[in-house]
Nanobody, 127 residues
Framework: QVQLVESGGGLVQAGGSLRLSCAASGGFFSSYAMGWFRQAPGKEREFLATINWNGGITYYVDSVKGRFTISRDNAKNTLYLQMNSLKPEDTAVYYC????????????????????WGQGTQVTVSS
């Protein structure tokens, strides 16, 4: 059973930065496509970014392209999301997810692709 644990959330002012981490255990992290999603109160869970098993292919939703960067360190079984130029509308619970089947790029942007989810970490951006 794969376990994913997010960390790094918190309160930040608009224009600031945060780096989220997602530590994986219990599976074969280096073979999984990984993704970041978020869910704001009263809204559906939204795809943000995905990265393939070796980090060579990434894909972002337009709303975060150029501001957020997804990366991974397979030696550390850890996924990251660097978030810059944060806006109040980025306020949400952020989740990482793992897809144990091969997936890359836009094809990994759907919630149903992912098999395992973390518990989420809260990000709050004040204006």
């Amino acid at each position: 059973q794969v376990q994913l644990v997010e960390s790094g959330g918190g309160l930040v002012q608009a224009g600031g930065s945060l780096r989220l981490s997602c530590a994986a255990s219990g599976g074969f992290f280096s073979s999984y496509a990984m993704g970041w999603f978020r869910q704001a109160p009263g809204k559906e869970r939204e795809f943000l970014a995905t990265i393939n098993w070796n980090g060579g292919i990434t894909y972002y939703v337009d709303s975060v392209k150029g501001r957020f960067t997804i990366s991974r360190d397979n030696a550390k079984n850890t996924l990251y999301l660097q978030m810059n130029s944060l806006k109040p509308e980025d306020t949400a619970v952020y989740y990482c997810a793992a897809d144990q089947d091969y997936c890359a790029g836009k094809g990994c942007s759907h919630r149903d692709e992912y098999d395992y989810w973390g518990q989420g970490t809260q990000v709050t951006v004040s204006s």
